[in-house]
């Protein structure tokens, strides 16, 4: 009865989600030139032969699958690789990585019934690789009833929210009847898995640690740092609106020590990030706008694609997503670039990882702003101290990869529906 009444909802309610789309269009979460895509029509012809869809919600699943996908490519030479995402960011960058031929984006539609029909007539994939955490039960629902061989990889769930599945079960079994196998990130996630009715669940590891690191442009850093020379900066990167209180106050109480180099999580928020800026007193400029960095005050770095570039350029980095309940950002993206790194309290999206980053010396967490601020006078005041947490990241970083190849020897099941491999996998 909850399924139904979940699959009616859904479908009534598929106008206001048209509603939505277009809002989110004019805050610059969609393309306007390919809202179809969310309402299940596709974009292009499905090629011949064997199709492997790949589903990850946002650029951060997105990047953690180039390297997998690489390999499938690699090793089966006439497989077409569709990779879903939801998000416009996401969308930008696989647009760059991504061939275009054998491996294409589309954006994920909406979970009504009948969007999620028409994508699946169109694509019919022979197998399908759904990324960490977002489910969708109408579309996950008709992929069972199809009978698609589909495996959950670099799997996470909070314990918060394991509990409220466990709770809506009667509307999520159908994700989780999808599954042949699922791959967590660790044990504990596993476990949690398990309790939920996921079948063949194993801790293999977490795919970012095999991610390549976030690009570079070599021309956009040489002018960087150029611009900011010897002077003193910190990074706060992928902010949200809720926590860019607690960041401006720890900005304040550092006064002239250091700049603040702000990387919004969503760069269409950089316009209202500025403004609450300079409402504090703050001098501001915003690289979107060709504002050239200037020491103090407040540099928001409000471009797609950059952060790279500024995890790069600022020795001392805090990720955001921390300070409020949002689960925190990927610590291994600073960790591989050579930045000293801290979150705040709120990391479930990267328990344990955030964990084994303190226990070895490779991070901090703080709790508020006082002690943001705190951490970040300790570094500016002892570089030395700052090199020696960098290097004790990438380090760690580097000792976790390895995560690709448990992957792919346990999806194998899955895989098989794509037919045998005309490399091996394992040969360089």
Known sequence: MMRALYRGLAGVGAPALDLVLRGRIARGKEDPLRLAERKGIAGRPRPAGKVLWIHGASLGEARSILPLLARLLATRPALSVLVTTGTVSSAQMLARQLDGVRAFHQYVPLDVPAWAKHFLDHWRPDAVLWLESELWPNLLGAVAQRRIPAALVNARITARSAGRWRRMRAVFAPPFEAFAVALAQSESIAERLRGLGLRHVAAIGNLKHDAPALAVDATAEAAFAAQAGAHPRWLAAQIHAVELAAVLDAQAALGDAATLVLVPRHAERGADMAEAARARGFKVQRRSQGDAFSPGGVYVADT?????????????????????????????????????????????????????????????????????????????????????????????????????????????????????????????
């Open 304 to 428: 797609m694609g950059e952060l790279g570039l500024f995890y790069t350029a600022c020795p001392i980095a805090f990720v955001g997503g921390s300070l409020e309940p949002h689960g925190g950002h990927n610590p291994l993206e600073p960790a591989r670039l050579g930045a000293a790194i801290a979150f705040g309290p709120s990391m479930e999206n990267f328990d344990e990882l955030a964990r084994d980053l303190v226990a070895a010396g490779a991070a901090s967490q703080i709790a508020d702003a006082p002690t943001l601020a705190a951490w970040v006078r300790a570094r500016l005041a002892d570089p030395a101290r700052a090199r020696r947490e960098a290097d004790a990241a990438r380090t760690f970083a580097a000792q976790g990869a390895g995560t690709l190849e448990r992957v792919l020897a346990a999806l194998a099941p899955v895989l098989a529906s794509l037919g045998p491999e005309a490399i091996d996998h394992a040969r360089p």
